[in-house]
Protein backbone atom coordinates (compact mmCIF):
# COMPACT_ATOMS: atom_id res chain seq x y z
CA UNK A 1 0.00 0.00 0.00
CA UNK A 2 1.26 3.69 -0.60
CA UNK A 3 2.54 5.86 2.10
CA UNK A 4 -0.30 8.29 3.09
CA UNK A 5 0.98 11.87 1.88
CA UNK A 6 -0.39 14.52 4.38
CA UNK A 7 0.32 17.48 1.80
CA UNK A 8 -1.16 15.85 -0.99
CA UNK A 9 -3.76 18.97 -0.95
CA UNK A 10 -3.51 22.09 1.44
CA UNK A 11 -6.28 23.95 0.76
CA UNK A 12 -9.41 25.03 -1.21
CA UNK A 13 -7.62 26.27 -4.09
CA UNK A 14 -7.70 22.10 -4.87
CA UNK A 15 -10.90 22.37 -6.95
CA UNK A 16 -11.06 19.47 -8.72
CA UNK A 17 -9.47 16.93 -5.66
CA UNK A 18 -10.54 13.59 -4.97
CA UNK A 19 -9.42 13.42 -1.58
CA UNK A 20 -10.22 14.02 2.19
CA UNK A 21 -9.03 17.76 2.81
CA UNK A 22 -8.74 19.20 6.08
CA UNK A 23 -9.56 23.60 6.44
CA UNK A 24 -9.93 26.26 8.90
CA UNK A 25 -12.81 28.87 8.91
CA UNK A 26 -11.63 32.65 8.45
CA UNK A 27 -14.39 35.00 9.32
CA UNK A 28 -12.41 37.40 7.42
CA UNK A 29 -12.87 35.13 3.97
CA UNK A 30 -16.03 34.91 5.05
CA UNK A 31 -16.96 38.49 5.43
CA UNK A 32 -16.03 39.25 1.74
CA UNK A 33 -18.99 36.27 0.65
CA UNK A 34 -21.85 37.87 -1.48
CA UNK A 35 -24.63 35.09 -0.33
CA UNK A 36 -27.35 37.33 0.14
CA UNK A 37 -27.12 36.97 4.40
CA UNK A 38 -24.15 37.87 6.91
CA UNK A 39 -22.11 34.92 6.60
CA UNK A 40 -20.07 36.22 9.54
CA UNK A 41 -23.14 36.41 12.05
CA UNK A 42 -24.47 32.94 10.82
CA UNK A 43 -21.46 31.39 11.63
CA UNK A 44 -21.33 33.08 14.93
CA UNK A 45 -24.59 31.90 15.72
CA UNK A 46 -23.51 28.66 14.39
CA UNK A 47 -20.76 28.55 17.59
CA UNK A 48 -18.23 28.66 14.61
CA UNK A 49 -15.24 30.80 15.61
CA UNK A 50 -12.31 32.33 13.83
CA UNK A 51 -10.06 29.44 13.01
CA UNK A 52 -12.09 26.10 13.88
CA UNK A 53 -11.36 23.49 11.55
CA UNK A 54 -12.81 21.38 9.59
CA UNK A 55 -12.97 18.55 7.05
CA UNK A 56 -14.16 17.75 4.11
CA UNK A 57 -15.07 14.65 2.39
CA UNK A 58 -13.19 13.87 -1.21
CA UNK A 59 -16.71 14.86 -3.10
CA UNK A 60 -16.44 18.47 -1.05
CA UNK A 61 -19.38 17.51 1.29
CA UNK A 62 -19.35 18.53 4.53
CA UNK A 63 -20.41 15.68 7.38
CA UNK A 64 -22.11 17.64 10.06
CA UNK A 65 -21.74 15.08 12.65
CA UNK A 66 -18.08 14.70 12.34
CA UNK A 67 -17.47 18.40 12.15
CA UNK A 68 -19.76 18.73 14.99
CA UNK A 69 -17.62 16.50 16.95
CA UNK A 70 -14.37 19.11 16.33
CA UNK A 71 -16.49 22.24 17.43
CA UNK A 72 -17.47 20.22 20.49
CA UNK A 73 -13.65 18.89 21.24
CA UNK A 74 -13.47 21.83 24.27
CA UNK A 75 -15.95 20.00 25.83
CA UNK A 76 -13.84 17.50 26.02
CA UNK A 77 -11.04 18.13 27.98
CA UNK A 78 -9.06 19.04 24.30
CA UNK A 79 -9.25 23.74 25.26
CA UNK A 80 -6.30 24.65 23.24
CA UNK A 81 -6.78 25.60 19.65
CA UNK A 82 -3.12 23.44 18.51
CA UNK A 83 -5.13 20.68 20.00
CA UNK A 84 -8.10 20.93 18.29
CA UNK A 85 -6.36 21.67 15.42
CA UNK A 86 -3.94 18.24 15.87
CA UNK A 87 -6.84 16.49 16.38
CA UNK A 88 -8.90 17.57 13.81
CA UNK A 89 -5.98 16.72 11.26
CA UNK A 90 -5.29 13.10 12.98
CA UNK A 91 -9.17 12.43 12.06
CA UNK A 92 -8.71 13.53 8.70
CA UNK A 93 -6.13 11.76 7.66
CA UNK A 94 -7.39 8.11 9.13
CA UNK A 95 -10.61 8.98 6.76
CA UNK A 96 -8.30 10.05 4.07
CA UNK A 97 -6.83 6.66 4.06
CA UNK A 98 -10.25 4.91 4.98
CA UNK A 99 -10.48 6.65 0.95
CA UNK A 100 -7.95 5.79 -0.78
CA UNK A 101 -6.87 2.59 0.66
CA UNK A 102 -10.11 0.75 2.20
CA UNK A 103 -12.17 0.99 -0.53
CA UNK A 104 -13.73 4.56 -0.19
CA UNK A 105 -15.24 3.35 3.10
CA UNK A 106 -15.99 6.23 5.46
CA UNK A 107 -14.99 7.02 9.26
CA UNK A 108 -18.85 6.35 10.34
CA UNK A 109 -18.05 2.45 8.63
CA UNK A 110 -14.30 1.82 9.74
CA UNK A 111 -14.00 -1.34 11.94
CA UNK A 112 -10.81 -2.87 13.79
CA UNK A 113 -8.90 -4.20 10.36
CA UNK A 114 -9.20 -0.79 9.27
CA UNK A 115 -7.35 0.54 12.20
CA UNK A 116 -5.15 -2.25 12.09
CA UNK A 117 -4.25 -1.63 8.41
CA UNK A 118 -3.68 2.63 8.42
CA UNK A 119 -1.11 1.29 11.27
CA UNK A 120 0.48 -0.77 8.88
CA UNK A 121 0.94 2.11 6.58
CA UNK A 122 1.22 4.77 9.43
CA UNK A 123 3.65 3.47 11.84
CA UNK A 124 5.28 0.26 10.37
CA UNK A 125 5.20 2.06 6.76
CA UNK A 126 7.92 3.15 4.33
CA UNK A 127 8.52 6.97 3.03
CA UNK A 128 7.55 10.40 4.13
CA UNK A 129 4.21 9.70 5.81
CA UNK A 130 5.87 7.52 8.87
CA UNK A 131 5.13 9.18 12.20
CA UNK A 132 6.78 8.67 15.35
CA UNK A 133 5.46 6.61 18.31
CA UNK A 134 4.35 9.50 20.36
CA UNK A 135 2.02 10.72 16.76
CA UNK A 136 0.34 7.26 16.70
CA UNK A 137 -0.48 7.93 20.39
CA UNK A 138 -1.98 11.17 19.71
CA UNK A 139 -3.69 9.86 16.37
CA UNK A 140 -5.05 6.72 19.13
CA UNK A 141 -6.30 8.88 21.22
CA UNK A 142 -8.15 11.58 18.92
CA UNK A 143 -9.84 8.30 17.36
CA UNK A 144 -10.79 7.31 20.76
CA UNK A 145 -12.13 10.49 21.76
CA UNK A 146 -14.06 10.35 18.24
CA UNK A 147 -15.25 7.14 19.58
CA UNK A 148 -16.60 7.77 23.15
CA UNK A 149 -18.31 11.29 21.49
CA UNK A 150 -20.12 9.19 19.03
CA UNK A 151 -21.41 7.15 21.37
CA UNK A 152 -22.65 9.57 23.74
CA UNK A 153 -24.69 10.93 20.60
CA UNK A 154 -26.01 7.87 19.80
CA UNK A 155 -24.32 8.09 16.31
CA UNK A 156 -22.25 4.93 16.96
CA UNK A 157 -24.43 2.01 18.76
CA UNK A 158 -21.18 0.11 19.76
CA UNK A 159 -17.14 0.73 19.58
CA UNK A 160 -15.77 -0.08 15.88
CA UNK A 161 -11.99 -0.76 17.71
CA UNK A 162 -10.94 -3.35 19.70
CA UNK A 163 -9.96 -2.50 23.41
CA UNK A 164 -7.97 -4.86 25.98
CA UNK A 165 -6.91 -4.09 30.04
CA UNK A 166 -3.09 -3.49 30.12
CA UNK A 167 -1.01 -2.19 32.97
CA UNK A 168 -0.68 1.63 32.40
CA UNK A 169 2.05 3.43 34.41
CA UNK A 170 -0.21 6.97 35.19
CA UNK A 171 1.21 9.77 38.02
CA UNK A 172 -0.44 7.48 40.50
CA UNK A 173 1.08 4.23 39.75
CA UNK A 174 0.70 1.35 38.05
CA UNK A 175 -2.90 1.13 37.19
CA UNK A 176 -5.05 -1.32 35.41
CA UNK A 177 -6.83 0.09 32.18
CA UNK A 178 -8.98 -0.30 29.38
CA UNK A 179 -6.77 0.72 26.06
CA UNK A 180 -7.46 0.40 22.01
CA UNK A 181 -5.73 -2.53 21.18
CA UNK A 182 -3.31 -0.59 18.73
CA UNK A 183 -2.20 2.02 20.92
CA UNK A 184 1.94 1.89 21.92
CA UNK A 185 3.75 1.84 24.51
CA UNK A 186 4.83 5.41 25.68
CA UNK A 187 8.27 6.00 23.54
CA UNK A 188 11.42 5.77 26.03
CA UNK A 189 11.82 9.96 27.17
CA UNK A 190 14.50 12.14 25.58
CA UNK A 191 16.91 14.20 26.66
CA UNK A 192 16.74 17.47 26.78
CA UNK A 193 18.43 19.50 23.82
CA UNK A 194 20.25 22.60 26.03
CA UNK A 195 22.19 25.41 23.30
CA UNK A 196 25.09 26.98 24.95
CA UNK A 197 23.89 30.65 25.39
CA UNK A 198 26.85 31.92 23.35
CA UNK A 199 25.82 29.57 20.27
CA UNK A 200 21.74 31.05 20.85
CA UNK A 201 23.37 35.01 20.02
CA UNK A 202 25.75 33.79 17.19
CA UNK A 203 21.95 32.32 15.86
CA UNK A 204 20.02 34.68 16.44
CA UNK A 205 22.54 37.72 15.10
CA UNK A 206 23.31 35.64 11.95
CA UNK A 207 20.04 33.91 11.26
CA UNK A 208 17.56 36.59 12.70
CA UNK A 209 19.20 40.04 12.13
CA UNK A 210 21.00 39.08 9.04
CA UNK A 211 24.79 39.84 10.17
CA UNK A 212 27.74 37.32 9.36
CA UNK A 213 29.02 35.43 11.46
CA UNK A 214 32.04 37.82 12.17
CA UNK A 215 29.89 40.00 13.39
CA UNK A 216 29.86 42.82 10.72
CA UNK A 217 26.20 43.47 8.69
CA UNK A 218 25.58 41.43 5.56
CA UNK A 219 25.10 43.44 2.36
CA UNK A 220 23.40 41.10 0.81
CA UNK A 221 20.43 40.44 3.34
CA UNK A 222 17.06 40.94 2.48
CA UNK A 223 15.12 40.03 5.50
CA UNK A 224 12.48 42.11 7.20
CA UNK A 225 11.76 42.55 11.08
CA UNK A 226 14.78 40.85 12.02
CA UNK A 227 14.51 43.44 15.06
CA UNK A 228 11.20 42.22 15.57
CA UNK A 229 12.10 38.52 15.40
CA UNK A 230 15.45 38.36 17.44
CA UNK A 231 13.20 40.16 20.41
CA UNK A 232 10.72 37.53 20.09
CA UNK A 233 13.42 34.92 20.63
CA UNK A 234 14.85 37.23 23.04
CA UNK A 235 11.67 36.44 25.03
CA UNK A 236 11.27 32.56 25.16
CA UNK A 237 14.73 32.83 25.91
CA UNK A 238 14.51 35.16 29.56
CA UNK A 239 10.76 34.01 30.41
CA UNK A 240 10.79 30.21 29.43
CA UNK A 241 7.26 30.48 27.78
CA UNK A 242 6.29 28.35 25.01
CA UNK A 243 6.06 29.65 21.21
CA UNK A 244 2.04 30.37 21.83
CA UNK A 245 1.93 31.85 25.10
CA UNK A 246 4.60 34.05 23.96
CA UNK A 247 2.96 34.62 20.15
CA UNK A 248 -0.48 35.39 21.83
CA UNK A 249 0.92 38.41 24.07
CA UNK A 250 -1.24 41.91 23.84
CA UNK A 251 0.59 45.05 24.05
CA UNK A 252 -1.10 45.94 26.76
CA UNK A 253 0.31 43.25 29.08
CA UNK A 254 4.04 44.37 28.35
CA UNK A 255 5.67 45.46 31.72
CA UNK A 256 6.43 49.25 32.27
CA UNK A 257 10.13 49.99 32.66
CA UNK A 258 10.48 50.64 36.30
CA UNK A 259 14.34 50.30 35.99
CA UNK A 260 13.72 46.53 37.24
CA UNK A 261 13.07 42.84 35.55
CA UNK A 262 9.10 42.89 34.53
CA UNK A 263 6.41 40.47 35.39
CA UNK A 264 4.20 39.01 33.02
CA UNK A 265 1.44 36.73 33.58
CA UNK A 266 0.89 34.10 31.24
CA UNK A 267 -2.68 34.00 30.97
CA UNK A 268 -4.51 30.66 31.87
CA UNK A 269 -6.61 30.50 28.50
CA UNK A 270 -3.08 30.26 26.62
CA UNK A 271 -0.95 28.29 28.76
CA UNK A 272 -0.62 24.68 28.32
CA UNK A 273 -3.19 22.87 30.30
CA UNK A 274 -4.53 26.31 31.34
CA UNK A 275 -2.01 26.53 33.88
CA UNK A 276 -1.36 30.27 34.13
CA UNK A 277 2.00 31.53 36.28
CA UNK A 278 3.92 34.91 36.11
CA UNK A 279 7.23 34.98 34.31
CA UNK A 280 9.94 37.38 34.84
CA UNK A 281 11.02 39.91 31.69
CA UNK A 282 14.45 41.19 32.22
CA UNK A 283 15.16 44.88 32.10
CA UNK A 284 16.86 45.06 29.18
CA UNK A 285 14.33 42.73 26.97
CA UNK A 286 11.18 44.97 28.41
CA UNK A 287 12.81 48.04 27.46
CA UNK A 288 13.23 46.14 23.64
CA UNK A 289 9.88 45.37 24.00
CA UNK A 290 9.03 49.05 24.26
CA UNK A 291 10.85 50.42 21.65
CA UNK A 292 9.36 47.82 19.13
CA UNK A 293 6.21 49.10 20.39
CA UNK A 294 6.93 52.86 20.26
CA UNK A 295 8.74 52.60 16.71
CA UNK A 296 8.21 50.01 14.07
CA UNK A 297 5.00 48.78 16.00
CA UNK A 298 3.17 52.63 15.90
CA UNK A 299 5.00 53.24 12.57
CA UNK A 300 3.02 50.05 11.24
CA UNK A 301 -0.38 50.53 12.40
CA UNK A 302 -0.04 54.07 11.60
CA UNK A 303 0.92 53.04 7.82
CA UNK A 304 -2.33 50.21 8.21
CA UNK A 305 -4.81 52.42 9.73
CA UNK A 306 -4.36 55.23 6.69
CA UNK A 307 -4.73 52.14 3.80
CA UNK A 308 -7.65 51.59 6.08
CA UNK A 309 -6.68 47.94 6.74
CA UNK A 310 -8.71 47.63 9.70
CA UNK A 311 -11.82 48.94 8.22
CA UNK A 312 -12.97 45.33 7.40
CA UNK A 313 -11.95 43.65 10.41
CA UNK A 314 -14.41 40.21 10.93
CA UNK A 315 -16.20 39.75 13.79
CA UNK A 316 -13.79 42.34 16.12
CA UNK A 317 -14.46 42.94 19.48
CA UNK A 318 -14.16 46.52 20.49
CA UNK A 319 -11.46 47.60 23.47
CA UNK A 320 -12.44 50.89 25.51
CA UNK A 321 -9.52 50.52 28.16
CA UNK A 322 -7.09 48.38 29.26
CA UNK A 323 -6.41 47.75 33.23
CA UNK A 324 -3.58 45.35 35.10
CA UNK A 325 -6.20 42.40 34.64
CA UNK A 326 -8.96 42.77 32.59
CA UNK A 327 -9.28 44.82 29.41
CA UNK A 328 -13.27 47.48 29.32
CA UNK A 329 -14.97 46.28 26.05
CA UNK A 330 -17.91 47.75 24.71
CA UNK A 331 -20.77 48.52 26.93
CA UNK A 332 -18.40 48.36 29.80
CA UNK A 333 -18.28 45.08 30.29
CA UNK A 334 -15.12 43.87 32.08
CA UNK A 335 -12.87 40.55 30.41
CA UNK A 336 -9.94 39.44 32.58
CA UNK A 337 -6.85 38.40 30.55
CA UNK A 338 -6.71 34.97 31.89
CA UNK A 339 -9.72 34.54 30.06
CA UNK A 340 -9.54 35.35 26.90
CA UNK A 341 -7.95 32.71 24.53
CA UNK A 342 -5.40 32.74 21.49
CA UNK A 343 -8.64 33.04 19.23
CA UNK A 344 -10.24 36.34 21.05
CA UNK A 345 -7.07 37.77 21.35
CA UNK A 346 -7.18 37.97 17.65
CA UNK A 347 -10.31 39.71 17.75
CA UNK A 348 -9.29 42.04 20.17
CA UNK A 349 -9.03 45.92 18.39
CA UNK A 350 -9.24 48.95 20.37
CA UNK A 351 -12.11 51.10 19.33
CA UNK A 352 -13.00 54.66 19.70
CA UNK A 353 -16.61 56.11 18.30
CA UNK A 354 -15.01 55.11 14.90
CA UNK A 355 -13.57 52.28 13.15
CA UNK A 356 -11.19 50.05 14.63
CA UNK A 357 -7.97 52.21 16.14
CA UNK A 358 -5.95 49.00 15.64
CA UNK A 359 -5.41 45.65 16.93
CA UNK A 360 -4.13 44.57 20.51
CA UNK A 361 -2.26 41.75 19.20
CA UNK A 362 1.43 42.47 20.49
CA UNK A 363 3.25 40.67 17.34
CA UNK A 364 2.13 41.94 13.81
CA UNK A 365 2.98 41.40 10.41
CA UNK A 366 3.59 43.07 7.43
CA UNK A 367 -0.36 44.15 6.87
CA UNK A 368 -0.77 44.97 10.31
CA UNK A 369 -1.91 41.12 10.99
CA UNK A 370 -0.93 39.53 13.88
CA UNK A 371 2.01 37.08 13.59
CA UNK A 372 0.57 33.54 14.33
CA UNK A 373 2.70 30.67 15.51
CA UNK A 374 2.87 28.59 12.30
CA UNK A 375 4.52 31.86 10.87
CA UNK A 376 7.00 32.24 13.85
CA UNK A 377 8.06 28.53 12.97
CA UNK A 378 8.95 29.46 9.30
CA UNK A 379 10.99 32.32 10.51
CA UNK A 380 12.94 29.69 12.60
CA UNK A 381 13.46 27.33 10.05
CA UNK A 382 14.82 30.33 7.66
CA UNK A 383 17.24 31.38 10.31
CA UNK A 384 18.31 27.53 10.30
CA UNK A 385 18.72 27.81 6.63
CA UNK A 386 20.83 30.80 6.82
CA UNK A 387 22.99 29.56 9.25
CA UNK A 388 23.85 26.46 7.84
CA UNK A 389 24.63 28.52 4.22
CA UNK A 390 27.01 30.24 6.33
CA UNK A 391 28.85 27.25 8.06
CA UNK A 392 26.65 27.49 11.46
CA UNK A 393 25.60 23.83 11.87
CA UNK A 394 22.69 25.14 14.69
CA UNK A 395 19.14 23.66 14.08
CA UNK A 396 17.15 25.98 17.24
CA UNK A 397 13.24 25.69 17.48
CA UNK A 398 11.08 27.79 19.43
CA UNK A 399 10.79 25.18 22.00
CA UNK A 400 14.49 24.72 22.19
CA UNK A 401 15.20 28.43 23.53
CA UNK A 402 12.83 27.37 27.11
CA UNK A 403 15.60 25.49 28.45
CA UNK A 404 18.41 28.05 27.33
CA UNK A 405 19.44 29.50 30.75
CA UNK A 406 18.44 26.34 32.57
CA UNK A 407 21.75 24.90 30.73
Known amino acids: MKPL???????????????????????????MLDLGVDATAALSRAGVRDGQPFMLGADGSYDVALNRFFQELDGWGVRSANGIAAYTRDVMLFCRFLHEGRDGKTIWECGSADLLAYKR????????????VS???RSIAALDKWVRWSLAEGLLQEEPFRYVDRLVMTPQGPKQMRVNAQQEPDPPVKPVQFLPFEDYLLWRNVGLRGELPDGTSDPTW??????RNALFADVLVYTGMRLGEAASMLACEVP????????FQVPSAVAKREKGRTVLINLRTVRGLHQYLEIERDEL???????GCYDGTANPVGVRGAGRYALTIEKGKRW?????????????????????????WLWLGDRGEPVMPATWQSIFRRANKRCAKLGIPLEVHPHTLRHILSA
Do not use: F
Not at 121 to 132: F, I, Y
Open 301 to 307: VTRCLAR
Open 336 to 360: AYAKIDAADRRRLMWMTDGPPSGPL
Open 121 to 132: TRLWGDGPGRVS
Open 135 to 137: TWR
Open 5 to 31: DENKVSGPSAEHSTVVQYHQTSLAQAS
Open 256 to 263: QVTGRAGA
Open 222 to 227: RGRHGE
